[in-house]
Structures are given as C-alpha cells and as structure tokens.
C-alpha cells in the first residue's frame, strides 16, 4: 500500500449512521481512540449538485448545496482518517462525487447494506445486493477514478455461499477492504449478528474484512473490541450504536461518565456550528433512557444550540465561542476586497459592514435612507434579507426607487445587514449615511444626532408633509 494511504488493517471504526455521523460525532470518535471514521450515507444526486466552498470562519470545507444546506462538512483534524460514504446506483455518479471529495477525505466507500426505504428506493444501499453486476461496475469504475482507496459495505446474503462470492468478486474490484454487517436484509438490530458468515468471509478473501452488526449482544466496552474480532476472525472492527450510545468504547482506558462524553460532543457541536437539530438527535441518542429526565426535556425542547449549551451549563463556552468565530469573521472581512460598486444582475453591490461604532449612538444608516427617500417623495426602503446555512450569516438587499442595493460581505444578525444594505444604497446615490464627523446634512435634526433628548431615543421623528423631518 502506498504510504500516507488509509490502512483499515487492524482498525476500529465508527460506523456510518444517518443522523449520527456527522462531524462533531466523528471528531469525538478519534478523541477518544477510534481509527477510522465514516460519515453518515450521503446520496450521489444530491452531493452531485453541491459546491465546495472553504470556510474560513470555522476552518472547515463545506460541501454545499443550491439551497445553501450544508451536506458534508470535514476539517483538517480528521482529513487522514475520515471515509466519505456515498449512496448510489450509478458508476458515472458515484465518481463525480468521489472526485468532488477526494482531496479532503481518506477514503470513499459505497453503501451497500443499508435496508432502509429511502436508500433502496432508488436501487442503492442494500438493493445493489441483487445486482453484482453493478456493484463491480461502481466499484471498478471508482478504483480507476480516483486517487484514493475505496471500501464498501454490504449486509450478508441469503447463503453463505452468495455471500462469499460476492465478497471474492468485490476483491477483483481492486477495493482496499470490504465491511460486512453480520445480517440479512430483512434483520434488524433486535436479531443476532451472525458471525459465523463474517468468519468465513474473512478466511476467504485476502482484503481486510471489518466486522460490523456486534452492538447488541458482543460490545460493551472497549475490551470487548478485541474478542468480537476474535470472534468473527475479521482484520478489523466498525461499531455503530455502541459508539452513538457511549462513543468513549474507543477509549482503551475504559469509558468515561456519560455527562463528560456530552459535554464533549456539544462543544465540538457550537465549535463548528452544527445544525441544532442534529445535535439534538445526537444527545438524546445519548441520554437513552434518561430521555425524559429534566434533562433530556430540556434538550428536547431546545430550538438553537445556545439553548443546547444552557441545558449543559456552557453557556459561557458557547458565548467564547461565538465572539471567537464573529472576530475571525470581521478579520477575514475587513479589506478584503475594494469598496467600490459591483453590478450583480440587477443589484448594485459593495463590499462594505455596518460598523457601529462608526456612527452616533441614536444614529443609523436606515433611519438616514428612510429620511432622504421623505425627502424626496419616494416610497420606503424596501429590505429582502435572507441567511444562509453553513454559518448562519445574513445578507440583505434594499430596494429604493425600483434600484436595488445590498452588500457582498454578510453579516452576523440581521439588523447589521439591513445597515450593511442601507450603507451600499446611500453611497451610491452620494447621500450621507450619518457617521460620526460627518457634515450635518440636515436629514436628522442636530439635537437628535447628538443624542440630547433622551425623549427620541428609540422612537421615530415624525415627519411633515412634504416630506420635511421634525426637529422636537
């Protein structure tokens, strides 16, 4: 094998799971000794149409959607240990996406087990079983593709002897190794794993063979790795619910408490901005029984991963957090690029943020472009504001005599966008936008920009018609 390549030789994995799989579960995997992890089952179509976008505020690559949902995130903590799974049916798919992966992965495997409706519908997952013919295609075609090795994972057939040569045919393939979860396709987690299937798979192929299936009734514990190996006579391990109840099984020093392994996993969760919801399934994966303990109605009634982090007392982790990522983000962006006007379609744009320390306490870009649009009988400033997904930052866009105007640079709320629209529209038409030293252009009266009656603050000056302000 050539060096720096992934070796699934004598390795303990976490295994790809819907829901579960996902960074913050992965980093916590090898935090606590696992050598390999997968992410959960991605599907070819989807990841197909997403960009590869990186993300310099959380120092991650993002794999990103048209609708600006993020599917796949890695770093650089787990580039040389992370398996990128895929769901396909079609070899000339699944290598767009191998492709589109494999400078920031280890390794790229194909499902081949998963029984589940949303899998098999489409002739992925366990249904590529009945059709070996495809699976060597997918896999040939992804072994000559691509750079990286390639693994797949595949449920036990009906006969020991399908089973074996299925597992021969794989090998033919030039795949680095092959998982086999001791099931049928009709078995689920309630029913015995069968090792003795994994055993004779493993005598018969030269490929590592990683054992899969043994959460119900062989691992417990981190010592109980080994005799499940043993057992089965696989190179290699890959636990799934063992490690999504309690991921410390990894640790060879023994497991830590169940509140230590959550607050752990949460904190990578705020640190790289997971969607609150997986992180919510994540912990109540957790929390098992204890569900519907204060807790855990607490974690379920949480909407945002701030809430999340109150539950567990890291309300001030959260809140370090936050600034940190907010200063990486106002670093990256201050003078990044030129502010001068950019034509996007039938929007002006500049790259500008709203500062608010620019501007007098009672004072904001808004209330100057409401003012001047009075001024010359213009209806409203109009604002469309949209966030995105992979860090939550807003972009807004005003509209002002049928002209729009918004800001390359997002913003962390959506008040700051507005501002950052605002800014772009009034330097455009050559309007004055109210900062501090600014010449007094009259659209706010004096006592209002100097913040002496405190009988304004807050509220709207009323305006005459005509479009004058009232000075109170």
Known sequence: MAAGRLSFSNITALAPMVRVGTLPMRLLALDYGADVVYCEELIDIKMAQCQRVVNEVL?????????????????????????????????????????????????????????????????????????????????????????????CKIRILPSLE???????????????AVAVHGRFK???????????????????????????????????????IEEFRKVTGASSVMLARAAMWNASVFRSQGALPLEKIME?????????????????????????????????????AAQTNAEISEAYGLQEFYRQTQEQLQARRDALQSGSQPERPVTDGDVTTMAVKFERREYPPQITP????????????????????????????????????QKKYRSSLWEKSKKFAEQAAAIVCLRVLGVPEGRIGEEDSGLVCKRKREGKDGSLHGSRAPHLPGGGVLCL
């Open 59 to 151: 120092e991650t690559v993002d794999f990103v959607a048209p609708d600006d949902r993020v599917m796949f995130r890695t770093c650089e903590r787990e580039k040389g240990n992370v398996v990128f799974q895929m769901g396909t049916a079609d070899p000339d798919r699944a290598l767009a996406v191998a492709r589109l992966v494999e400078k920031d992965v280890a390794a790229v495997d194909v499902n081949m087990g998963c029984p589940k409706e949303y899998s098999t519908k489409g002739g992925m997952g366990a249904a590529l079983l009945s059709d070996p013919d495809k699976i060597e295609a997918i896999l040939r075609t992804l072994v000559t593709g691509v750079s990286i090795p390639v693994t």
């Open 366 to 401: 808004k209330m100057f472009l409401l003012e001047w649009s009075r001024k010359e009988k213009l209806e409203q400033p109009q604002y469309e504001t949209v966030q995105r997904a992979q860090d939550r930052a807003f972009q807004s866009t005003v509209t002002v005599a």
């Open 264 to 300: 752990d996993y949460l904190k990578y969760a705020i640190r790289y901005d997971n969607n609150a919801f997986n992180t919510k399934y994540c912990l109540c994966q957790m929390l098992r029984d204890k569900v519907e303990s204060p807790l855990g109605k607490q974690v379920q």
């Open 162 to 176: 399908e089973t074996i040569s299925l597992v021969r045919r794989i090998e033919k393939t030039g795949a680095a």
């Open 186 to 224: 009709e078995e689920r987690p309630r029913h015995p794993v069968h090792c003795d299937y994994i055993q004779a798979v493993a005598q018969a192929v030269s490929i590592p063979v990683i054992a899969n299936g043994g959460s119900l009734d062989h691992v417990k514990t981190n010592a109980d």
